[in-house]
């Protein structure tokens, strides 16, 4: 039976919406305030993996759709390609079509009282990327850890693809998945066939981004605000 390395090496792939709804849902968080260069990196010191690559997946809104949050993305998406991050994005896809009309409450995007209503947005195709960026990544051996930031069960049978590699191959492998977990989470549970690696808060929380992508210039949110919801049209996608 192949021996796990000394320091396996890790590559890190990020669902950027799934962690934010995990971190939102565990920890009360309105926003995406992840710092995933910290996330990842505190992980794999943790267990003891060298950390490479960081991969980071999210469907942004068009400008014309939001144009609020398309610019919290663009900012936010350029710093982490300027950190190293290997960024993947996909546009979002609408079910049903905007309208005009005094937007309500909604916890994923603008919403009606009753009159109508708008779909929250779908990044169509992230968990294949993922899927696809994990496997052949493990054909050309690039990784000896693939850690996964999320809670998609879509990406369970990616766990299996991977044992068929490491037989293949003859060498070890191992699937992580890592997501934010606290009393209030009412999903406790990681990606099928992997292994658990559960956030609690005081790690995620050493892990935010000090820069508010939601400000022009990246100033840092004022500690009477930070707790506020924000309205509605500028709910996170």
Known sequence: MPQEPQEPRAVAFIDGQDLFHAARESFGYLYPNYDVLC????????????LGEVHFYTGVPSAEDN?????????????MQEAGVKVHTRPLRYRAPRRSGPPGQGAEGPRDNGARRTLPGQGKGIDIRIALDIVRLAREKAYDVALIFSQDQALTE?????RHIAAEQQRWLKIASAY????ESRNRRGID???????????????????????????????????????SERQPY
Do not use: N, S
Request: contains cysteine.
């Open 39 to 50: 996330l990842a990196r505190t992980v794999c010191m943790r267990q003891g993996w060298r």
């Open 67 to 79: 144009p609020y949050w398309h610019r919290f993305w663009r900012r936010k998406l350029q710093v």
């Open 158 to 162: 990616v766990a299996t693809e991977l």
């Open 180 to 183: 934010p977990c606290g009393a």
């Open 193 to 231: 066939r992997t292994d658990w690696i559960r956030i609690e808060r005081a790690l995620y929380d050493r892990c935010l981004d000090p820069r508010d992508y939601r400000q022009p210039d990246h100033e840092g949110t004022p500690a009477h605000l930070a707790d506020l919801q924000l309205p």
